[in-house]
């Protein structure tokens, strides 16, 4: 991965923190824009910027509000939070509007740069071409491409997050099997050890919401966990 093609946005409204930012991702071979308002950064966003480092307690529109008007957009760029706020609220808020990552200030400049290149390694990881998509699950009107990561609902693209296909992959691939909240962390977030379980929750509703009538097939057990139940598709036919 050639850091020297990746380009990101950082929005902060603090200079000094803006221009510490740059100094070091730029000394690691990122190309860097910055913005300090909600309202430059969403001017400036282009389909260039592979990431977005976001600070939540801006001036004028906020970090979330930001992120909001982006994934309702369907504009799907990473968007690591940088922010003071720290609390399980404040997290959760975060990733129920479409947070990759979120470091908490005063923060490390090594794990800043870890976090970004974990992400923007994840985007850049290409399949070799020899592979055809050839891994099609089909349940009704829903198929899931193993391949190419994507999935299709009547025919129609469905935008997902990383995590969000994995769970739903997780789930389709073992039906009528529960997994807990601490197993789909484990598989999915794997040694993200920062993640809250409650986060599971807020990705599985969002991943509920954009399988409109087929999210009902995400059944949630007290005690068990998730499950994928292929069964409630009749009642959706």
């Known amino acids: 991965m050639n850091m020297n093609q990746i380009k990101l946005l950082i929005v902060d409204d603090e200079e000094d ?3 510490i930012l740059r100094f070091n991702l730029e000394n690691e071979g990122f190309q860097i824009d910055t913005a300090s308002s909600g309202e430059e950064a969403l001017e400036m966003l282009s389909p260039e910027h592979k990431l977005i480092l976001l600070d939540v307690m801006l001036d004028g529109i906020s970090g979330f509000r930001v992120a909001e ?54 985007e850049y990881e290409t399949i070799p071409a020899i592979r055809k998509e050839q891994e099609i699950i089909t349940i009704g009107d829903l198929k899931l491409y193993l391949v190419s990561k994507r999935i299709e609902l009547k025919n129609k693209n469905i ?6 296909f994995e769970i739903l992959s997780l789930l389709i691939q073992n039906p009528q099997r529960f997994f807990t909240r601490e197993e789909i962390l484990e598989r999915v977030w794997k040694d993200e050890s920062y993640v809250l379980e409650r986060t599971v929750d807020v990705h599985v509703a969002r991943l509920r919401k954009k399988l409109n009538g087929y999210g009902a097939c995400i059944t949630n057990r007290s005690g068990y966990g998730y499950t994928f139940n292929d069964s409630i598709r009749v009642f959706l036919e």
């Open 17 to 19: 923190i803006l221009e």
């Open 159 to 164: 935008i997902l997050t990383k995590k969000e």
């Open 69 to 122: 008007k982006l994934r309702k957009e369907n504009i799907q760029t990473p968007i690591i939070f940088l922010t003071a706020k720290g609390s399980e609220n404040d997290l959760l808020t975060g990733f129920s509007v479409g947070a990759d990552d979120y470091i908490s200030k005063p923060f490390s400049i090594k794990e800043v740069i870890a976090r970004i290149k974990a992400i923007t390694r994840r």
